[in-house]
């Protein structure tokens, strides 16, 4: 695995053996992070990671200049291996052991940029959208990406602005702005 872009741009990283994390693929990230990009100032984010597998999107946050980066991940091996590569590569990334749920409903923070990569048969992965604003964890213009197979869909709620697909990965981008309804550039 390997970050691909900002000051660490090609660090490769060996996460723990028998990872049950399923990372995201190098294409899909890279897609991601050219919407991203093109449309937030990463280096002025609150950014939360939930389900943080390996830590390899915070990684890419920190290497692109994010300041402040929570990882939330239940694995405990996952969670000593992400918190000793922020120490290694010097990256803000706070790191809590916990389940994402129970994360989420006690969670009393607010952040810019939210990414959930949950495993893809998670039985609760259509209730992420909802949790998310019910529990008022995103910004005034914030963005919520929910990473996910192409057999869940999200097209039909206004909050999610765009869906991106890379094969088997879908991201669908849900905003905390009522006020708007334009699209999002996915160029």
Known sequence: MRII????KGR???PPRKNPARPTTDIAKEGLFNILSNNLDLEKLRFLDLFSGTGSISYEMGSRGC???TSVEIYMPNVQFIRRM?????LPIEVYRDDVFHFIEHSKDQYDLIFAGPPYPLKRLNQLPDLVFEYQLLNPGGWFVLEHSPEHN????????????YGQTNFSIFINREESQERISTN
């Open 12 to 14: 490769h990283f060996h």
């Open 67 to 69: 300041p402040d980066i």
């Open 154 to 165: 999200f097209d039909a709620d206004e909050r999610c602005r765009a869906r991106r697909n």
């Open 86 to 90: 922020a120490e290694e590569l010097d």
């Open 5 to 8: 872009s900002g000051r660490h």
